[in-house]
T-cell receptor
């Protein structure tokens, strides 16, 4: 069985500060890992994904995440927050090659202060 | 491409009524997913299809819920009879086999059952 834990339901940062959203996962098989972003009254859209290969993955809007197998983590970072980054972020895990069922974390709402 | 299309965007109904939510996936996508999002339970996978065939419906909460996919371009999620606790945002998502389970979400249907 797979599971995802996002640490912190709310994170607040100042504009220009580092963004760090934490995600830990559990999977019995090599996982595929995802970060999605949801803006108010919209569906989720993909920020970035890890499948195989390079463990540091870069996504849209300057976000990146690093897959750390030993720590079962996939934390999302951005060096400098922008007001437009304010949204809800979801970490997700699926079973890797051949597995399409995806489990989503509870979400972390990011607030950006001017 | 038009993206995943869901209708209606908002639905208000009274307890006991039948509700039908509709989804048109992106053309060429093999997999279709139905999710429910609530504040209390987050984003839950209800059911998913591969090539119009239901693969996993273990997330469907009760027999009141049913989903069909009569062809590759259309799916429905039906609730009969509806109850106030069914109030939520329902998302449809699709993905092609070739995208490593990156899911493309529709804008959602906000359901309110009075």
């Amino acid at each position: 069985a797979q599971s995802v834990t996002q640490l912190g339901s709310h994170v607040s940062v100042s504009e220009g500060a580092l963004v760090l959203l934490r995600c830990n996962y559990s999977s019995s098989v090599p996982p595929y890992l995802f970060w999605y972003v949801q803006y108010p009254n919209q569906g989720l859209q993909l920020l970035l994904k890890y499948t195989t290969g390079a463990t540091l993955v870069k996504g849209i809007n300057g976000f990146e995440a690093e897959f750390k197998k030993s720590e079962t983590s996939f934390h999302l970072t951005k060096p400098s927050a922008h007001m437009s980054d304010a949204a809800e972020y979801f970490c997700a895990v699926s079973e890797g090659a051949g597995g399409f069922k995806t489990i989503f974390g509870a979400g972390t709402r990011l607030f950006v202060k001017a | 491409d038009a993206g995943v299309i869901q209708s209606p965007r908002h639905e208000v109904t009274e307890m006991g009524q039948e509700v039908t939510l509709r989804c048109k996936p992106i053309s060429g996508h093999d997999y279709l997913f139905w999710y429910r999002q609530t504040m209390m339970r987050g984003l839950e996978l209800l059911i998913y299809f591969n090539n119009n065939v239901p693969i996993d419906d273990s997330g469907m909460p009760e027999d009141r819920f049913s989903a069909k996919m009569p062809n590759a371009s259309f799916s429905t999620l039906k609730i009969q009879p509806s109850e106030p606790r069914d109030s939520a945002v329902y998302f449809c998502a699709s993905t092609p086999r070739t995208r490593n389970n990156e899911q493309f979400f529709g804008p959602g249907t906000r359901l309110t059952v009075l």
